[in-house]
Structures are given as structure tokens and as C-alpha cells.
């Protein structure tokens, strides 16, 4: 029996101002708690759905309406708009991933009688070659980090240190902002990283990450002293009022190191990440191996670097072979 409630908003350029419906907050409670999925993924999905929401308040134009009265055909009406709206056909593709997963949700707690985005066809994503920086650029880029810590600035400290363990170990940036002091062993050289749905993966790292980490943990520890029981003595990257650093402030930071060096036009910290499986790839590792470090569920999302390693291999044979 169709037990489906909430009513949604009439205005779709407002999706962020309105109150979540209870039972989608109950989905989200769910995935955070149950599925153990994270807050970034969680805050992604109540936006999606929030908008999803909007849209179907906007359509009903007035009239009452509830979970159960939307179709396969009203789903792809919103993908529709959603494409006229501008938005990458990535995010339309996440978009529906949360609206079938919240329908699974209903339908498993008998609120709707059937999944009606079940059987609406994902977009096609194309697959673009992530931007990386190459060796020359990503050495010039540590030296450039490296001169400016040296003047003794707290921050210019820490992001060194940040800007060494992207490239160390190719961790995501939630996963660096996630990180915990008893997570980072600079003893045994290795960190201890919550990836994707809460799943736990150890990276090592080398010699200079490590000096680098070292170096800042003494400015950290200064800092908590410092600022004394208002720091927050758990978290491994801190702001200079002590408090755990942020993503935007991650971001920022760099950012702002990428800005010095000659990187592809819209490098970003995710880049960094890029280039660490690039360059271990270019180096011989194996496939699987970066995977695990990665982090990745299918070892299809790590071959995408192995296309960034082949297309260079055939621009270097085009420019030096004589028979191109």
C-alpha cells in the first residue's frame, strides 16, 4: 500500500531555501549513518534532491501531489530541464543517481509501490583526460612551495606539507581534510585514509613528505599550545585560529601554489591527484597497484590514466620517429 507523503516547493530557482521533506531527510540520515557515506556526498544529494523537489512543486502548479504520483516520464521531463538549464551531464547523471536511490528507499519501505527512475537511462558521460602537471612542472612547483616555507610563515609551512602528501599518496581532498593527528605515522611513513563510503586505505609516503610533515608538525603543535583548549587537537591540518582547515581553505591554499607554476589552464587540487597516477604509471607501476592506492572501487576509473600515459607515448613517437 502507497504510504507517500511530503509536498514540495513551487519554486525551482530557490531549491536551496527550501526545508527538506521529512522523508527525504530520513533517506539522508540513512546514507549517513546506515551507509556511512560522506557528508560531502550526503550534502550533494540533498541538493539534487531539493531541486528535484522544486521541480516537481513547479509542475504540479498548485495542486497537490506526493511521491507516489510521479512516473518515468516526469523523471525525464526533470533531466530535460535540468540539461536546459546548463548543467554537465555529469551532474545530471548524479542528480538521477540520487533520485533512484531515494526512490529504492521508499519503494524497500513500501511508500511508493514501484522505483520509477528504475528504468530512466543514465546520460552518457564523455570521458575527458584529467589534467596533470608533468615532472619539470611539478618539481618547479615543490621548489616554488619549499622557498616560501622557508620564510617561517605558519601557513606557508602547512601547505607544503599538504602540497607533499597530494603528490605522495594521491589522496582525494576530502580525504586530506578528513584527516586526524594518530592518522599520519611519520615513524613508520605511512597514513591511514578514509576514502568513499567511510572505506579505510593505508598510503606510504617517502622521504620528502615526511620532512615536510615533520616541519609542520612543530608548527601545529606550537599552535595548539598557543591557542590552548579552543583547538581542535584532533584534526592533522589546522587553520591559524586552530580549528580543523576547510575544504574551501584546502582549495585555496592550492591553489594558489598551482597559480606560480606554468600548469594546464584549469589545474586544480584535484590535479595533483591526476599526477600522482600519471606519473607512477609513466614510471611502470601496475595498474591494479594504483587502483588500491587510488582508492578506486573498479580498476576502469584507474585506466583512464593509462590513456594520459599512451597519448604521450604517440605524440613522443610522432616528433622523433622518422617513418611518423
Known amino acids: 500500500m502507497t504510504r507517500a507523503r511530503d509536498a514540495g516547493a513551487a519554486d525551482t530557482n530557490a531549491h536551496d531555501t527550501v526545508p527538506t521533506p521529512p522523508l527525504i531527510a530520513e533517506w539522508l540520515q540513512y546514507l549517513a549513518k546506515e551507509r556511512q557515506l560522506s557528508e560531502h556526498t550526503v550534502t550533494a544529494y540533498t541538493s539534487d534532491l531539493a531541486r528535484f523537489t522544486s521541480f516537481?512543486?513547479?509542475?504540479?502548479?498548485?495542486?497537490?501531489?506526493?511521491?507516489?504520483?510521479?512516473?518515468?516520464?516526469?523523471?525525464?521531463?526533470?533531466?530535460?530541464?535540468?540539461?536546459?538549464?546548463?548543467?554537465?551531464?555529469?551532474?545530471?547523471?548524479?542528480?538521477?543517481?540520487?533520485?533512484?536511490?531515494f526512490y529504492r528507499y521508499l519503494h524497500r519501505d513500501e511508500h511508493v509501490t514501484a522505483n520509477p527512475a528504475r528504468?530512466?537511462?543514465?546520460?552518457?558521460?564523455?570521458?575527458?583526460?584529467?589534467?596533470?602537471?608533468?615532472?619539470?612542472?611539478?618539481?618547479?612547483?615543490m621548489d616554488a612551495a619549499s622557498t616560501r616555507s622557508q620564510g617561517g610563515a605558519y601557513n606557508d609551512v602547512r601547505n607544503l606539507a599538504m602540497l607533499e602528501l597530494f603528490y605522495a599518496t594521491g589522496m582525494r581532498l576530502s580525504e586530506?581534510?578528513?584527516?586526524?593527528?594518530?592518522d599520519v605515522d611519520l615513524v613508520s611513513m605511512r597514513v591511514k585514509v578514509r576514502g568513499k563510503g567511510r572505506k579505510e586505505r593505508i598510503i606510504p609516503f617517502g622521504g620528502p613528505a615526511r620532512l615536510a610533515l615533520i616541519n609542520y608538525e612543530a608548527r601545529r603543535d606550537e599552535l595548539v599550545r598557543a591557542i590552548g583548549p579552543k583547538s581542535d587537537r584532533s584534526a592533522w591540518f589546522l587553520n591559524p585560529r586552530g580549528r580543523r582547515l576547510s575544504r574551501r581553505g584546502i582549495q585555496l591554499a592550492m591553489t594558489g601554489l598551482i597559480s606560480l607554476v606554468d600548469a594546464p589552464a584549469g589545474a586544480s587540487v584535484h590535479a595533483l591527484r591526476h599526477t600522482f597516477a600519471t606519473h607512477l604509471l609513466d614510471a611502470g607501476a601496475e595498474l591494479r597497484a594504483v587502483q588500491e592506492l587510488l582508492g578506486h572501487a573498479s580498476v576502469s576509473t584507474t585506466q583512464i590514466y593509462t590513456h594520459t600515459s599512451v597519448e604521450r607515448l604517440k605524440a613522443a613517437y610522432a616528433k622523433a620517429h622518422p617513418r611518423a
Not at 586530506?176 to 594518530?182: A, M, Q, V
Open 56 to 101: 516537481l512543486g513547479a509542475k504540479a502548479q498548485g495542486l497537490a501531489w506526493n511521491w507516489g504520483t510521479v512516473d518515468r516520464n516526469t523523471i525525464r521531463s526533470f533531466l530535460g530541464f535540468l540539461s536546459r538549464q546548463g548543467l554537465e551531464r555529469r551532474s545530471i547523471a548524479r542528480t538521477l543517481s540520487a533520485v533512484r536511490g
Open 176 to 182: 586530506l581534510h578528513g584527516l586526524n593527528r594518530e
Open 119 to 141: 528504468s530512466v537511462r543514465t546520460p552518457k558521460i564523455g570521458r575527458h583526460l584529467p589534467a596533470h602537471l608533468d615532472s619539470g612542472t611539478m618539481q618547479t612547483l
